[in-house]
T-cell receptor, first 114, second 113 residues
Framework: NAGVTQTPKFRVLKTGQSMTLLCAQDMNHEYMYWYRQDPGMGLRLIHYSVGEGTTAKGEVPDGYNVSRLKKQNFLLGLESAAPSQTSVYFC?????????????FGPGTRLTVL | QKEVEQDPGPLSVPEGAIVSLNCTYSNSAFQYFMWYRQYSRKGPELLMYTYSSGNKEDGRFTAQVDKSSKYISLFIRDSQPSDSATYLCAMSSPSGGSYIPTFGRGTSLIVHP
């Protein structure tokens, strides 16, 4: 099992450019999440999905869009990148067991917006 | 005030020391408590998971939850340089049928030989 993978690993954008980050998991997890991690801020939830075709906003959703067309994939889009979106982005997935929400994280994508 | 408070450190200890990492929280609905370890330039990985109050031990690691004080701890015995990482606490409740966790900011631990 590859677990949770993220593409790309690194990216540099100019202000106003757009891009899509891809997250894939092979554990048949229902839940998937996108976080950003900034120094001193910890992990902040951007958007999440409780199943194929459903998405919901997290703590910091502005400037991002997501789609979950297939159960194993969760895409994060930046339509018009801003320097404030410079961050490390982590995708995670988890089971629904009714009593646990243990998350498995990907390796991260380092994004710099100039 | 954030729902979960965690001192960012860094915490520097000599090899072999007992390490205590802590988080406090304000939401009494939290029932599930996790500790994640994150090495530099890597994603977080689950280290310990505890339901409700009490202790849980796994090798050199012990997780404690005191719901009455809204306080959780992670103890590392006989700390090793390989334990140097950032430790994030996380907690969740079954609110609305989901268990979306809330993370602390993480504590940076440095174990020097």
């Amino acid at each position: 099992n590859a677990g949770v993978t993220q593409t790309p690993k690194f990216r540099v954008l100019k202000t106003g450019q757009s891009m899509t980050l891809l997250c894939a998991q092979d554990m048949n997890h229902e839940y998937m999440y996108w976080y950003r991690q900034d120094p001193g801020m910890g992990l902040r939830l951007i958007h999440y999905s409780v199943g194929e075709g459903t998405t919901a906003k997290g703590e910091v959703p502005d400037g991002y869009n997501v789609s979950r067309l297939k159960k194993q994939n969760f895409l994060l889009g930046l339509e018009s990148a801003a320097p404030s979106q410079t961050s490390v982005y982590f995708c995670a997935s988890s089971y629904i067991r009714g009593s646990t929400d243990t998350q498995y994280f990907g390796p991260g994508t380092r994004l710099t917006v100039l | 005030q954030k729902e979960v408070e965690q001192d960012p450190g860094p915490l520097s200890v000599p090899e072999g020391a007992i390490v205590s990492l802590n988080c406090t929280y304000s939401n009494s609905a939290f029932q599930y408590f996790m500790w994640y370890r994150q090495y530099s330039r890597k994603g977080p990985e689950l280290l310990m998971y505890t339901y409700s109050s009490g202790n849980k031990e796994d090798g050199r690691f012990t997780a404690q939850v005191d719901k009455s004080s809204k306080y959780i701890s992670l103890f590392i015995r006989d700390s090793q340089p390989s334990d140097s990482a950032t430790y994030l606490c996380a907690m969740s409740s079954p609110s609305g049928g989901s268990y979306i966790p809330t993370f602390g900011r993480g504590t940076s631990l440095i174990v020097h030989p």
